[in-house]
Nanobody
């Protein structure tokens, strides 16, 4: 069965960097957008970044623009999130996710409901 597994979370000081990785398995994700959401304590899950199957187009939340980058390896079915200049407000559980690449994605990429697969999440804590 298809699975997404995150790694790379941890603790970092304000201004530090972390790199999250997600490995997909169980099926090919070559037709899927892959991305990241996060959920902070007491808040709703929110979109962070996503990338199209061929890596040509990305979407990014305003809150992380200029600090986070996303990349994927089409052949290994992995997606990475490089997080720089981390802030305490970036503290959250980060979830890897995948959505079938359809026209709906471009209108609704911020909505968790369009994503078909989710990882278990990896915790990121940024201390001030």
């Amino acid at each position: 069965q298809a699975q997404l597994e995150e790694s790379g979370g941890g603790w970092v000081q304000d201004g530090g960097s972390l790199r999250l990785s997600c490995a997909a398995s169980g099926q090919s994700f070559s037709r899927y957008v892959m991305g990241w959401f996060r959920q902070a304590p007491g808040k709703e899950r929110e979109f962070v970044m996503s990338i199209t199957p061929n890596g040509g187009r990305t979407k990014v939340a305003d809150s992380v623009k200029g600090r986070f980058t996303i990349s994927r390896d089409r052949f290994k079915d992995t997606v990475d999130l490089q997080m720089n200049s981390l802030k305490p407000e970036d503290t959250a559980v980060y979830y890897c996710t995948a959505a079938l690449h359809t026209s709906d994605y471009y209108s609704y990429y911020r909505r968790s409901s369009i994503y078909d697969y989710w990882g278990q999440g990896t915790r990121v804590t940024v201390s001030s």
